[in-house]
């Protein structure tokens, strides 16, 4: 059965809105304020989407920002929408630019799409330049022995890439990076599932309509449900490279 992008979907972004993640800009702005990150510095958002936080980095804090995105669908609509931002398509294993780009690279609920988790840490440990800071938003399993059942649906959703959050500080710390920063923000994802089942009468109605059916729903939520899903910050910044 042919895979299905849940992200690219008119369902998902009626619930989620332009950030296509939970809390909106929240965390994002909170970055920000962390790594002091100024008009001086490039930021490059990794999995850009429609473009919301390359426009908001620009217009609310003046930094100049590109996003990279591998849906060229998302990028046509956030084109037309923000005429004056940067977006390209690339992804996350194999990013179009230079060593040392970048002072920080945001991905926002975007790593739990990405093939390859430590081939991403890899390329953005290289795009970073000395001292930059990685913030990744996005969802983990606070029971993650059964995230391996995911791997048995077909869509394409950050709910089917749940974290383990001890692997993924694992897999941060033996590339080179220092965590700065590791915060639990349950509650962001927690509404939002209040309102998709205000919307839609169940999360297993959503699935269905989101996947375009490509998943049973119901099915999908339940094991959703034993790995109890939540969502964190992590803002990591870039050390020594590992030569080990």
Known sequence: MK???AYESKHMRDVTGITLRPGKFILTDKAVEFCKFSSEDFIM???SGMGATVNHLYEKHGINTVGVDPSQKLIDIGSNKYK???LVKGRGEEIPFPGES???VFAECTMSLMDDVNLVIEEVFRVLKKDGWF???DVYAKNPEFTDKL???TANSCMRGLHNLELLQESLIKSGFKIMLLEDCSDMLKNLMVKIIFTYGSMSVFWNKTTGCSVNGEEFHEILRM???GYFIMIAKKGEENLE
């Open 45 to 47: 958002d990794l999995g």
């Open 102 to 104: 970048f002072s920080g």
């Open 151 to 153: 791997n048995e649906f």
């Open 135 to 137: 913030i990744i938003t």
């Open 227 to 229: 790995c109890k899903p």
């Open 84 to 86: 004056n931002i940067n």
């Open 3 to 5: 895979c299905c992008n």
